[in-house]
């Protein structure tokens, strides 16, 4: 096989979607610890511990360094590379969510026994839906009272309308739970328990449920559960289908506990088994299979650096297809800019170093002063603009100015550097100059407001706005489209990107105004990079 195909084979970029607390943290040490990226666990879930309160989180926003180097963390496992790129862990639903999902081939959703399925879980899972994407469940913390695992299969299987297979089983669950028997392989591994936070080793492996060892390692009682559980599970499941996975119809469900480390490396052998390679990826003038062999991506997140007051910023670009060299030259193609890349970084667990070379699939980073934006498409010079990045329209609009109204230009850069790193909507009204910040989540407001009294030295004061949406309009007829925005000028404004935006004051306006002007467009979600 050829390098290109073989190095591109073995990548496997993918997510984990969960409800705050389930355990994402968690397992992505865990992971990390088998894959050799870590030795320690310990050190991701500082992160986790810091963010739940608003003001921790702002603080952990500040410390963005960390942030950054494990926004993708890379280890590997057997023959693979993976890829796993980190969602943001708060409350809110943001755009920032969205579009790392844009930039994975696949996820695995962690729930927490006890819980099931909870809000943040339903709304990431539909996310993931959206593009079909493969999705493997891992249910946590069955070393607590759990819901049962009957129960806990149905529940996915019912509220998500997916259909299920579960591939691993937990022995017992609470103080009783034992680890997990793999249904694929028929197996039972054991491991050594002496330290969590170090990987554990492996004391024995127990083929198939007439082992007689089982007996000797498990009580009877347990074992006996386990085998009639086993039993049932096989009469009433049909066997996984990994075809089925593929197309996102079907989601193999591991059992396990990560703070033990149980039901870890059954989740990790699947992975490694199961996870589909990179994917052909659309663009708005073809598909582009990741084994081409010329370069080409997207910037689908943009972070400001370690230093907050230096404005470097890291633009983090999704592969699409080829082999990336240190030094390459590449076009920006929205500017039509080329920019040659001699400090590209990957990123390894918590460290970082200069990309000598990388393959569709990866995830790098480049350095830059705002000139990169979400959205943008790279490649080694054909027009290419790929697609599926959006833009949601906000819903939540906030009149901001400057507590000093000598720093409103500031303000104003400020507010653009922000919009351009998708941390939030900017819009300046076309009548009177105001800024109206827009954000999908209102927690957005208060980290908004630290950052550019921090970052750009304004404090600002945000305002009711008396909006209640926006919406992007266009129109084939530019003449009709001039007509609409001078006509409304007192609720029209731009975007950013100098894109014009009808703001509603209440829904009747909104319907109304859309009622008025059949021949206008009103677009609730917008394609990036336009
Ligand atoms: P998150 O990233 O999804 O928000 O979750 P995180 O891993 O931070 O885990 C949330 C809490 O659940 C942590 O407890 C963590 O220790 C615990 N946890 C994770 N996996 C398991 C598991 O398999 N079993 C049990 N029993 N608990 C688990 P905490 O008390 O909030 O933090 P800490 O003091 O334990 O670090």
Redesign the pocket.
């Known amino acids: 096989m050829n390098q290109l195909i073989e190095n591109i084979n073995k990548r496997r970029t993918f997510a984990i979607i969960?409800?705050?607390?389930?355990?994402?943290?968690?397992?992505?040490e865990k992971l990390l610890l088998f894959g050799g990226a870590i030795q320690l666990a310990g050190a991701v879930?500082a992160r986790?511990?810091q963010r739940?309160a608003t003001s921790d989180w702002m603080k952990v926003e500040r410390e963005r360094g960390i942030s950054v180097s494990s926004s993708v963390m890379t280890f590997t496992y057997k023959d693979k590379i993976f890829n796993l790129l980190d969602t943001p862990?708060h409350q809110d639903f943001s755009e920032d969510t969205y579009r790392v999902l844009t930039a994975v081939d696949s996820a695995v959703m962690?729930l927490?026994g006890a819980q099931g399925i909870e809000t943040q879980t339903k709304k990431l899972f539909e996310v993931c839906r959206l593009r079909d994407m493969p999705i493997a469940t891992f249910i946590?913390?069955?070393?607590?009272e759990s819901k049962d695992p009957f129960d806990l299969i149905d529940e996915i299987e019912q509220t998500l309308q997916i259909d299920v297979c579960p591939v691993s089983w937990p022995i017992g669950m609470g103080n009783r739970f034992l680890g997990c028997y793999d249904l694929i392989q028929d197996q039972l591994i054991l491991i050594n328990k002496v330290d969590k936070n170090k990987k554990p080793e492996i004391i024995d492996t127990l083929k198939g449920l007439d082992d007689p060892d089982l007996e000797k390692k498990i009580p009877l009682e347990a074992l006996t559960e386990l085998r009639e559980q086993i039993e049932m599970v096989r009469g009433l499941c049909k066997p996984f289908e990994k075809k089925a996975y593929l197309e996102g119809n079907l989601t193999p469900i591991y059992f396990?506990?990560?703070?033990?480390t149980?039901g870890v490396q059954e989740l990790l052998n699947g992975l490694s088994e199961i996870t589909p390679s990179p994917r052909v990826q659309p663009s708005l003038e073809r598909d582009v299979v990741p084994e081409e062999d010329k370069v080409s991506g997207f910037i689908f997140k943009i972070q400001a650096n370690m230093d907050p007051k230096h404005r470097d910023r890291i633009a983090f670009m999704r592969l699409c297809s080829g082999h990336f060299k240190r030094g390459m030259k590449l076009k920006q193609i929205r500017t039509e800019k080329n920019i040659t890349l001699h400090n590209a970084i990957l990123f390894l667990a918590q460290d970082r170093e200069l990309a000598e070379e990388a393959f569709a699939g990866d995830i790098i980073g480049l350095p830059n002063h705002g000139n990169l934006h979400i959205g943008d498409s790279i490649t080694e010079g054909e027009n290419l603009n790929f697609t599926g990045l959006p833009s949601f329209a906000p819903e939540f609009l906030q009149k901001v100015r400057p507590e000093d109204p000598m720093l409103t230009k500031h303000l104003g850069k400020a507010l653009q550097q922000l919009a351009e790193e998708g941390a939030v909507s900017t819009f300046k009204r076309h009548l009177g100059g105001d800024w109206i910040v827009g954000v999908i989540g209102q927690l957005q407001f208060e980290v908004l407001a630290d950052r550019i009294r921090t970052e750009y030295e304004v404090p600002v004061i945000f305002e009711n706005s008396n909006l209640v949406t926006a919406r992007w309009v266009i129109c084939d007829d530019m003449n009709i489209l001039n007509n609409f925005l001078k006509k409304n000028s007192d609720a029209t404004c731009d975007d950013h990107k100098e894109n014009p935006v009808f703001l509603a004051r209440n829904n009747w306006h909104l319907d109304h105004t859309i009622e008025e002007w059949p021949e206008i467009k009103f677009l609730k979600v917008k394609e990036q990079g336009n």
């Open positions: 969960a409800h705050p607390d389930a355990g994402k943290t968690t397992l992505t879930k986790g511990n739940r862990g962690v927490d946590n913390k069955m070393d607590r396990g506990s990560a703070i033990n149980f």
